[in-house]
Structures are given as C-alpha cells and as structure tokens.
C-alpha cells in the first residue's frame, strides 16, 4: 500500500525554537511537494523538490529531499507565531497500468506556535 | 494563481438528493484532480482527469463520479449524496511548467443532512 507519513501530526512550539517534520514515504519517487494551510482556506504551495538532494528554503523554513531513505524533512528556524498552520506533504507518482500521474498526501501536522 | 475556481463554494443538501459540484481552470491544463479533506484523513483523491473524457478513480471514489467534456472543466457528481460525505472539497492542476506542482482551488464546503 502506498503511504505517505508525517511526524508529529501536532506540534505545540515556543516562539525562537527550531523544530523539524519529518514526511517519509513507501514508494519510489524523485519528486516530493510540500503544502502550507491555514484555517478554512486552500493550500497553498511552499517547496517543489525534484531530486536526491534537492534542499529548497524560504524565510525560516527549509525543505530537503533524501529520495534513497524515501525522507523529506521540514526545518523551522527560530519559529514566529505567523507559521502557525497544519502543512503536508506529498509525492508525486505515476499509476503503472495508465502512465498517468497522481498525488499521494501526508495526514499533515499541525504547527501552533505559541508566543 | 492558476486561475482555478469552484463551484459553488458553500452547499447544504439533504440525504439522497444529487450535487454536482463544478472546478473551471482557465491555463488548458491537461490534468486536473478532485480531492475530499476530512479532519485526521489529510487530502485523499477521489478521481482524477488526464484529458477530456479521461479519468480515474482515487483511493475513496465510491459514491462519486466525475465528467470532464471540456480541458477547462471537470465535474463531481454524488449521485445520492449521503452523510459521510459531508466534506470540503478540493480541486487541483497539475502544472508541467513548475515542477509538475500542484494548484488547488479554493474549496467547496459540502455538508449533508
């Protein structure tokens, strides 16, 4: 069965503190996405990893890809209450019998960043 | 913004009645994708379309079907909706351009009575 899962599903940090969520996944794939949603909205597209190795960061927040250990991990650096939101991540696979391509999503975690 | 929209965005219904909810794009688009957000289920894909007239289904398409006579819409239809599909929905594309990223619409809040 194929499976995206992410760790912790909920975390409660302090303002300043680093924290890392961890996506790992089952099955074979070179491209790895990973979501920010707030409240009752859409989601909104963070980092696009495209390769073994890939790093991508954006203010206090950085992405890596280690497709080997089928592994992408989120680092937070010295969080601010605006990065309370759940985030996912996904990958990208492609159906064998049709050669088309779907998307399969982490359950997500839950940041509150608490001043 | 890939210029994608949903509708309608907020839809009360009574058991057994039909809801077709509709997702436009407007960027020609090849795939495009119908997912159900449920709290502790994350994002899970119902079906999905890799052209007119092509689709798929997803891990949890019972109870649903889908249309897409044209690049720029695909339809969700519950064909007698019932409780436990009380649910947003999603709809998203599949962006070649930019790493095959997905883009999601703004959702549409179902609820079911």
């Known amino acids: 069965e194929l499976k995206v899962e992410q760790n912790p599903l909920f975390l409660s940090m302090q303002e300043g503190k680093n924290y890392t969520i961890y996506c790992n996944y089952s099955?074979?794939?070179?491209?790895l996405y990973w979501y920010r949603q707030d409240p009752g909205k859409s989601l909104e597209s963070l980092f696009v990893?495209?390769?073994?190795?890939a790093v991508k960061q954006e203010g206090r927040l950085m992405a890596s890809l280690d497709t080997k250990a089928r592994l992408s991990t989120l680092h937070i650096t010295a969080a601010v209450h605006d990065l309370s939101a759940t985030y996912f991540c996904?990958?990208?696979?492609?159906?064998?019998?049709?050669?088309?391509?779907?998307?399969?999503f982490g359950t997500g975690t839950r940041l509150k960043v608490l001043a | 913004d890939a210029g994608i929209t949903q509708s309608p965005r907020h839809k009360v219904t009574e058991t057994g009645t039909p809801v077709t909810l509709r997702c436009h794009q407007t960027?020609?688009?090849?795939?495009m994708y119908w997912y159900r957000q449920d709290p502790g289920h994350g994002l899970r894909l119902i079906h999905y379309?890799?052209?007119?007239?092509?689709?798929d289904k997803g891990e949890v398409s019972d109870g649903y079907s889908v249309s897409r006579s044209k690049t720029e819409d695909f339809l969700l239809t519950l064909e007698s909706a019932t409780s436990s599909q009380t649910s947003v929905y999603f709809c998203?594309?599949?962006?070649?351009?930019?790493?095959?990223?997905?883009?999601f619409g703004p959702g549409t809040r179902l609820t079911v009575t």
């Open positions: 998203a594309i599949r962006d070649r351009r930019q790493g095959y990223e997905q883009y």
């Open positions: 099955t074979t794939s070179d491209r």
């Open positions: 990893l495209l390769s073994n190795g």
């Open positions: 996904a990958v990208d696979i492609m159906v064998v019998a049709s050669g088309t391509y779907k998307y399969i």
């Open positions: 960027e020609n688009h090849r795939y």
């Open positions: 379309s890799y052209g007119v007239k092509d689709t």
